[in-house]
């Protein structure tokens, strides 16, 4: 029995230090090393519940949805078969938001909602797992344009700052969005100010392109010409790096952003409004 339980003990440490480099991996926006670490991370332990949950993120991220609704089965799977611990229900949450988010998809949404109330209503709920269930939430807020509840997620997780949330969200661009929902534009700039630094500093590349579309949206709402020229270049920024780096989704969302909102994107000449620049 204490043999088994040493190999047992030495398997969980080699799939936690797999789980790390895969993150990290997921992180830069290598996907083929993420993917290889998380492979083998999932051949030694294939019921971990953070294994599968950044596995449904690295999937959505490049665009794979059936291979990440079957990852995304296998952790709900395991969530409902893993015994009472102090994060029980958080991996699925925040899984099946930002699923539900890349997707467009409203059910998986409101799933994510009925999961994050699950682990918000367990006593005593951890720190962390509060943290994790209301990015969740937030995240659903921002996606249905909910103001109260953006403003109320804002508030919650502002202290949160700095914070890698999931391997495919960052706290600054979470807190920036919700800003944005909440009508707070000017908080909302420094918040994205923050995130780009954050990216930068930190070689997040994936997440750097989100936050850069992300970005852009607030700065097309001031109605200001710098601020359209700069959420211009971050329009470009975001798709440029997208493509790079194959997130799918993501590069989807810009053009069609692009084709909504392209008259918004350019300098025009003083005076003229977007309907006579279209009719020119």
């Known amino acids: 029995n ?33 993917r290889a670490y998380s ?35 296998r952790l709900l799977v395991a969530e409902q078969r893993a015994g009472p611990w102090p994060l ?41 797992a509060q943290v994790l ?11 249905r344009s909910e103001p109260e509840a953006c403003e109320k997620e804002l508030e919650f997780l ?10 495919s969200l960052i706290a600054d661009r979470l807190l920036g969005s919700l800003a944005h929902g909440a009508g707070q534009t000017t908080r909302a700039i ?7 630094a954050f990216c930068r500093r ?17 700065l097309l709402d001031v109605r200001r010409g710098d601020y359209q020229k700069k959420a211009a270049q971050l329009i470009e920024g975001s798709h440029d790096l997208s493509v790079q780096l194959g997130i799918q989704p993501l590069t989807a969302a810009v053009v069609d952003f692009r084709r909504r909102f392209g008259l918004r994107l350019v300098r025009k000449p003083a005076g003229l409004t977007n309907r006579e620049m279209e009719v020119l």
Not at 2 to 25: C, M, N, P, Q
Not at 44 to 60: F, G, I, K, N, T
Not at 95 to 123: H, M
Not at 158 to 167: D, L, S, W
């Open 2 to 34: 204490v043999a088994l339980a040493e190999r047992l003990k030495d398997r969980g440490l080699l799939a936690d230090a797999l789980y790390v480099k895969s993150t990290l991996a997921q992180l830069r926006g290598d996907w083929r090393e993420a």
């Open 39 to 73: 492979d083998r991370a999932l051949a030694v332990s294939a019921h971990q519940l953070p294994l599968l949950m950044a596995r449904v993120l690295l999937e959505c991220e490049t665009g794979r949805r059936k291979t990440g609704n079957a990852y995304l089965q």
């Open 88 to 128: 029980g229900g958080v991996s699925a949450t925040i899984a099946l938001s930002q699923a539900g988010c890349v997707w467009n998809d409203n059910t998986i949404c409101g799933a994510a909602l009925q999961a994050s109330r699950t682990v918000l209503e367990r006593r005593p709920a951890t720190r962390l």
């Open 133 to 143: 269930a209301r990015s969740s939430r937030g995240l659903v807020a921002v996606r």
């Open 158 to 167: 502002e202290p949160f700052k700095g914070m890698v949330i999931t391997p």
């Open 190 to 196: 420094d918040h994205f100010e923050d995130a780009l």
């Open 202 to 218: 930190g070689g997040y590349r994936p997440e750097l392109a989100w936050t850069m579309f992300a970005y852009s949206k607030v």
